[in-house]
């Protein structure tokens, strides 16, 4: 890509590949159907697709080197990880992040749920 290039002090120039792991925020508009608050309509794969495409341009747009979907389709880590494995047929609310129930300068601005905060701006 070209834009992580840097030269060392021997004139020697040094691509150096990024990436990145882990969910980016979600648009908006589908989030009511990845938590599983609305049910998807019918040209839900359709708008998640879009959305999926929007973000790989972004990443190519940053010069980004190995892309991926950010997660866009996934409502969790966790729960896509268990819904992959046998053994763990229990369901247990998550504990609470107490620690940032006095950091609401900071909590306040995003949403989440069951103790977690995404980066995802808090709709009012």
Request: net charge positive; with cysteine.
């Amino acid at each position: 890509m070209g834009h992580n290039r840097i030269v060392c002090e021997t004139n020697m120039s040094v691509n150096i590949k990024t990436t990145h792991v882990g969910s980016l925020p979600r648009p908006v508009e589908l989030l009511p159907y990845i938590r599983g608050k609305k049910p998807t309509p019918e040209n839900y794969q359709e708008l998640l697709d879009h959305a999926t495409k929007t973000v790989i341009e972004r990443q190519k747009e940053v010069g980004i080197d190995i892309l991926n979907d950010g997660e866009l389709g996934r409502r969790d880590y966790v729960t896509a990880a268990r819904k992959r494995m046998s053994g763990f047929d229990a369901e247990k609310a998550a504990t609470s992040a107490s620690d940032l129930e006095g950091m609401t300068e900071y909590s306040d601005k995003f949403e989440g749920r069951k103790g977690l905060l995404t980066l995802t701006v808090k709709q009012k």
